[in-house]
């Protein structure tokens, strides 16, 4: 028995164009990479803010019809009526969670509006989103180095030319990480959100090894700035995701280790 002409051409062509989806393997993986490293940072401040409205409204709304289940709830309760108080606290319970959730997607949206604001300032002070990049890079190289110092002259023994030497680029660097935290902080939006969200920035950039000098009993505050310098480097990276979307994985894999060390 013999196939169709017809049928076998039909099948040809449904061969060519499985191996045409086949092809398209590469741009549907990068379709879900680009779409798991998305972030509301990604949105413009104007969809930033109109999802904060939208939040909002959408909280209020909740409450007042939360409110009116509680009038509900002791209504019931007054009059002995069982079935309908549960029903009623079930209500409460399911709409006070609906609240919470919507209260955490808040905070996230102010906080990714805060965030896409400064970045804006800046890069209208810094001529574009190119100045505020080289920034960046040169917040995290600085970042790398102190580090490096830091873990340097805990592990290996040193001389004291070499310490010095090592102390007086340290200062230098700090001064500048420290110019650079005062200058975020003026173009931020929130001067609290701020400092709340990035005062180990602050403390990480004062030079630890000037503490060492005015005395024994401030050793202990310069051995705590050398742990926030190290722990500073993961905001460090997350400052640097703005630009370099490849480091999401390694960002996550360290901010990973310091939570099982902590």
């Given at each position: 028995?013999?196939?169709?002409?017809?049928?076998?051409?039909?099948?040809?062509?449904?061969?060519?164009?499985?191996?045409?989806?086949?092809?398209?393997?590469?741009?549907?993986?990068?379709?879900?990479?680009?779409?798991?490293?998305?972030?509301?940072?990604?949105?413009?401040?104007?969809?930033?803010?109109?999802?904060?409205?939208?939040?909002?409204?959408?909280?209020?709304?909740?409450?007042?019809?939360?409110?009116?289940?509680?009038?509900?709830?002791?209504?019931?309760?007054?009059?002995?009526?069982?079935?309908?108080?549960?029903?009623?606290?079930?209500?409460?319970?399911?709409?006070?969670?609906?609240?919470?959730?919507?209260?955490?997607?808040?905070?996230?949206?102010?906080?990714?509006?805060?965030?896409?604001?400064?970045?804006?300032?800046?890069?209208?002070?810094?001529?574009?989103?190119?100045?505020?990049?080289?920034?960046?890079?040169?917040?995290?190289?600085?970042?790398?180095?102190?580090?490096?110092?830091?873990?340097?002259?805990?592990?290996?023994?040193?001389?004291?030319?070499?310490?010095?030497?090592?102390?007086?680029?340290?200062?230098?660097?700090?001064?500048?990480?420290?110019?650079?935290?005062?200058?975020?902080?003026?173009?931020?939006?929130?001067?609290?959100?701020?400092?709340?969200?990035?005062?180990?920035?602050?403390?990480?950039?004062?030079?630890?090894?000037?503490?060492?000098?005015?005395?024994?009993?401030?050793?202990?505050?310069?051995?705590?700035?050398?742990?926030?310098?190290i722990l500073r480097l993961g905001r460090a990276l997350r400052v640097l995701m703005f630009t370099f979307r490849g480091l999401g994985k390694l960002l996550e894999t360290f901010q990973l280790g310091l939570l099982k060390r902590a």
């Open positions: 028995m013999t196939v169709p002409e017809t049928i076998q051409y039909d099948a040809s062509k449904e061969h060519a164009r499985a191996k045409e989806l086949s092809s398209h393997r590469r741009r549907v993986a990068e379709i879900k990479q680009k779409a798991h490293h998305w972030r509301l940072t990604d949105c413009t401040v104007q969809t930033l803010a109109q999802m904060r409205h939208a939040r909002i409204e959408e909280m209020e709304t909740l409450e007042k019809v939360l409110y009116r289940a509680d009038k509900q709830f002791f209504n019931y309760m007054h009059k002995a009526l069982p079935l309908q108080t549960e029903k009623s606290l079930e209500q409460i319970d399911r709409l006070a969670i609906e609240w919470e959730t919507l209260n955490v997607h808040l905070q996230e949206v102010d906080e990714a509006l805060m965030e896409r604001q400064l970045r804006q300032r800046m890069e209208r002070y810094l001529g574009g989103p190119r100045g505020v990049s080289i920034l960046d890079f040169l917040v995290f190289a600085s970042i790398i180095v102190v580090v490096a110092f830091t873990i340097v002259s805990i592990v290996v023994p040193l001389d004291e030319v070499t310490i010095s030497r090592l102390n007086r680029i340290d200062t230098v660097i700090s001064i500048f990480l420290l110019s650079d935290f005062f200058f975020r902080l003026s173009l931020s939006p929130d001067k609290s959100w701020y400092i709340r969200n990035y005062w180990i920035d602050f403390f990480a950039s004062i030079p630890f090894h000037e503490f060492a000098r005015l005395g024994e009993q401030l050793v202990p505050i310069a051995r705590l700035a050398r742990l926030l310098r």
